[in-house]
Nanobody, 119 residues
Framework: EVQLVESGGGLVQPGGSLRLSCATSGFTFDDYVMSWVRQAPGKGLEWVSSITWNGGTTDYADSVKGRFTVSRDNAKNTLILQMNSLKPEDTAVYYC????????????WGQGTQVTVSS
């Protein structure tokens, strides 16, 4: 059974930082591209970042580029998202997702962790 469990969300002030983690099990973690996606209040899903099997290539949405860093620890089957210089518009539920391309694009999701950026 594939399991993805996000943690690390919370309430932070603008300009603050959070480190999100996604603990995984039930699949060979280092065989897959992994991604972070988010859903802000009243909005659809937005892709945030992806990382290849060994961390050699990372990609970011323009909205977070330069502020967020994705990484993975294959020894611990864990995906990380370091978020710095947080803005109110980063407020969203953040999900860890396993790549399932070509169809579906993502085939497994975590339960999500809430990130709220507010004064």
């Amino acid at each position: 059974e594939v399991q993805l469990v996000e943690s690390g969300g919370g309430l932070v002030q603008p300009g603050g930082s959070l480190r999100l983690s996604c603990a995984t099990s039930g699949f060979t973690f280092d065989d897959y591209v992994m991604s972070w996606v988010r859903q802000a209040p009243g909005k659809g899903l937005e892709w945030v970042s992806s990382i290849t099997w060994n961390g050699g290539t990372t990609d970011y949405a323009d909205s977070v580029k330069g502020r967020f860093t994705v990484s993975r620890d294959n020894a611990k089957n864990t995906l990380i998202l370091q978020m710095n210089s947080l803005k109110p518009e980063d407020t969203a539920v953040y999900y860890c997702a396993k790549d399932g391309r070509p169809e579906p694009y993502y085939d497994s999701w975590g339960q999500g962790t809430q990130v709220t950026v507010s004064s």
